[in-house]
């Protein structure tokens, strides 16, 4: 059966006018689901005996398995959930002092290849449902309901390209924007892709207030297709023109995200080819301090360094934020806690 987190609400809409049934119902039941947040259909006390028969024969109320969870010194926490097909993947919850924010997954490994993240050691094995990404936002709303706190931000840059999984993604975020749903701002909302120009295209005709990011972490070809093999199928020429084109469409700010690397992406001259290759645009740049892998031979800048390719790239005109540093003292990269149990063999 289908999970009844996939359907959005036009979904449900058109499944109870096929039934016979009000439409408005579907809010009703979205209500059940995403605000009250029950875990099964017979806790919907204003649904009738029949509509729930029928929600129970045609539908689950799925689950994920917490098979890890991880808590930083910072508040950071790592889950490791594993779905109905044994699948493994990871999500996490960020403190920051605006609040709460997400990190989920999109897909089930990853085919991009960055040779920096954890997550490119496993390649992709599927797409994730949107009831599977969908249950990432909601199982960490469960969580911080315990502690009457609300997820008040989103950003897909978990494992997987979510432009590879473009409609899925699309659909989830449908539901955990929609009013009756999760209740995530549009604003709120942030997807990162490392650079799949048709999609960034077909993104910019959404009417959609969703945040794009761009992970970057180089702005020369020679450097990002070592780094990005992505880059030898869109180079930086062609997915600047797909950028100019969703700027050309939407009044959003873009971010574009850079992990530092030391020695190797915050020089001199980096900052030089960071700043040439935005200018013009409406957008940032995020430093990120880097989580370190121990299968990879990347280090992350000193704070030091940090600091100083930070003001190279303001005295170069350059918006730009320096993020802290979270999740240290736990395995807080990107695919780390997967791959490490895979590793360990403890599944």
């Given amino acids: 059966m289908d999970s009844i987190y996939s359907l959005s609400l036009t979904d449900l809409e058109n ?20 605000e009250k947040r029950i875990d099964s259909f017979s806790e919907m006390s204003d649904i009738s005996k029949s509509l729930i028969s029928d929600l129970e ?8 398995i917490l ?49 920096f993240w954890a997550s490119g050691l496993l390649k992709k094995q599927r797409d994730l449902k949107v009831s599977e990404i969908v249950l990432q ?34 659909k989830a975020l449908s539901i955990i924007n929609s009013p009756y749903g999760l209740e995530i701002g549009a604003r709120h ?12 295209k077909r993104f910019a005709g959404e009417d959609l207030q969703y945040n794009l990011a761009i992970s970057l972490h180089a702005a020369s070809d020679e450097l990002r297709s ?22 050309s469409k939407n009044n959003r700010r873009i971010t ?8 190797i992406n915050d020089r001199a001259k980096d900052a030089d080819d960071i700043a040439n290759l935005l200018r013009g645009l409406n957008a940032y740049i995020n430093l990120i301090p880097y989580n370190e892998v121990d299968e990879n031979n990347y280090h ?27 999740g240290v003292d736990i395995d807080a990269a990107c695919g780390q806690l997967r791959a490490k149990r895979m590793k360990d063999g403890a599944l």
Avoid: H
Wanted: include cysteine.
């Fill in 15 to 34: 499944y109870l006018l096929n039934k016979g049934l009000k439409p408005f119902r579907a809010k009703q039941i979205f209500k059940w689901l995403y």
């Fill in 57 to 64: 024969n045609d539908f689950t109320i799925d689950d994920f």
């Fill in 67 to 115: 098979k890890d969870k991880q808590v930083s010194g910072d508040g950071t926490r790592k889950y490791l959930f594993e779905l109905s097909d044994g699948a493994l993947i990871e999500s996490v919850l960020m403190v920051f002092d605006y609040g709460y924010s997400a990190c989920i997954s999109t897909q089930v490994g990853c085919n991009m290849g960055c040779t």
């Fill in 137 to 170: 936002v909601l199982k960490i709303q469960k969580e911080l309901d315990l502690e009457g706190l609300r997820l008040g931000n989103l950003v897909l840059m978990g494992t997987g390209e979510p432009f590879d999984n473009y409609d899925n993604v699309m």
């Fill in 189 to 200: 909302i942030s997807i990162s892709t490392c650079g799949l120009v048709p999609m960034i």
């Fill in 226 to 247: 070592r780094l990005m093999p992505v880059n030898r199928a869109y180079n930086l020429d062609g997915l600047f023109t797909a950028i100019r084109y969703y700027a």
């Fill in 256 to 263: 574009f995200e850079y992990l530092l690397l030391a020695g």
């Fill in 300 to 326: 992350t800048s000193s704070e030091e360094n940090a600091l100083r390719f930070y003001d190279l790239l303001k005295k170069r005109n350059v918006a730009v934020t320096l993020r802290q540093k979270r």
